[in-house]
């Protein structure tokens, strides 16, 4: 089992920065592709960026070019700077784990989610 904790959600002004943390836990053996997702109030969960093993990354087109993710393989844990914040960045943030098990199950793990909140 693998445990994903976030941090660094709060809340900001439009126009600040964020730095979202999450590091994975328990019982690991190889983690392939992080992530974060948001989900806003009434609305669908959506994809903010993702970055696999060897740091390639993708992106949301409402987030391209104001967040950035990154990751430390050696920490199991994954980052998401955000800068040029806007009221819509407004959701829960949830990091996202794509895990291999020695034999080569592969499970996806969510954590708990951090909220992050944008005033105007």
């Known amino acids: 089992q693998v445990q994903l904790v976030e941090s660094g959600g709060g809340l900001v002004q439009a126009g600040g920065s964020l730095r979202l943390s999450c590091a994975a836990s328990?019982?690991?053996?190889?983690?392939?592709?992080m992530g974060w997702y948001r989900q806003a109030p009434g609305k669908q969960r959506e994809l903010v960026a993702t970055?696999?093993?060897?740091?390639?990354?993708n992106y949301g087109d409402s987030v391209q070019g104001r967040f950035t993710i990154s990751r430390d393989n050696a920490k199991n844990t994954v980052y998401l700077q955000m800068s040029s914040l806007k009221p819509e960045d407004t959701a829960v943030y949830y990091c996202?784990?794509?895990?291999?098990?020695?034999?080569?199950?592969?499970?996806?793990?969510w954590g708990q989610g951090t909220q992050v909140t944008v005033s105007s």
């Open positions: 328990g019982r690991i053996f190889r983690i392939n592709d």
């Open positions: 970055i696999s093993s060897g740091s390639n990354t």
């Open positions: 996202n784990a794509v895990h291999s098990a020695l034999n080569l199950v592969r499970s996806i793990y």
